[in-house]
């Protein structure tokens, strides 16, 4: 199904494609945004939205939405890419993050961003080329992959930036397969 894309942004070059990736949580959830300009990733920003820890989960998830839409009016990606849960997670968990995740998907469809899913094996080859690589080392590679020097993002950020990497780099795939169709 197609959706909608957002307006190309006046102030960057029109085959720039600026990108918000997400690691969904209902506590802390890690965001990074790049821009993507023929193979160049460029890091804009990056952090991460946290909710109130006492507050009952109606309360978190209507923080997450409102925090979201702040970061959409702000920095206005017209891709989003989240990551998809995990196995392993205890029933709970994986209700409450599922949860998240809704009001998340809900939010960028609003604004009729292109979004796309990665499981985290898919993440973790596009940066580091190991499906089962340590977050220390999704880290590292995304630090170089962005070559953010010094600057240190947090374990839910680096996962948001290792999300937006890996849609970029299958975007740009998907592009070169079609244009050899053609």
């Given amino acids: 199904m197609s959706r909608p894309r957002s307006q190309a942004r006046a102030d960057l070059p ?3 494609v600026r990108i918000l990736g997400l ?24 952090g991460r939205i946290s909710t109130r820890p006492k507050a009952e989960l109606a309360v978190r998830l209507a923080e997450l939405a409102t ?35 809704g009001v998340l998907l809900a939010a960028l469809a609003r604004r009729g961003l292109t979004i796309r899913e990665y499981s985290p ?5 596009a940066v580091s080329g190991y499906g089962r ?11 170089q992959i962005l070559a953010l020097g010094p600057e240190v993002p947090s374990e839910d950020a680096a996962d948001a930036l290792a999300v937006a ?12 397969t079609e244009t050899a169709r053609d």
């Fill in 67 to 101: 925090q979201l839409d702040s970061l959409l009016d702000e920095l206005r990606p017209s891709h989003a890419a989240l990551e998809t849960p995990f196995q392993g997670l205890n029933p709970r968990s994986l209700i409450v993050l599922a949860q998240a995740r």
């Fill in 14 to 16: 029109s085959t720039t």
């Fill in 133 to 143: 690589a340590a977050k220390a080392q999704v880290g590292h590679m995304v630090r």
């Fill in 23 to 46: 690691d969904p949580g209902s506590r802390h959830t890690g965001f990074g945004v790049i821009d993507t300009c023929a193979g160049r990733l460029t890091p804009v920003r990056f």
């Fill in 121 to 125: 094996t898919q993440v973790k080859s």
């Fill in 165 to 176: 990497i890996c849609c970029a780099n299958r975007s740009r795939l998907e592009s070169l």
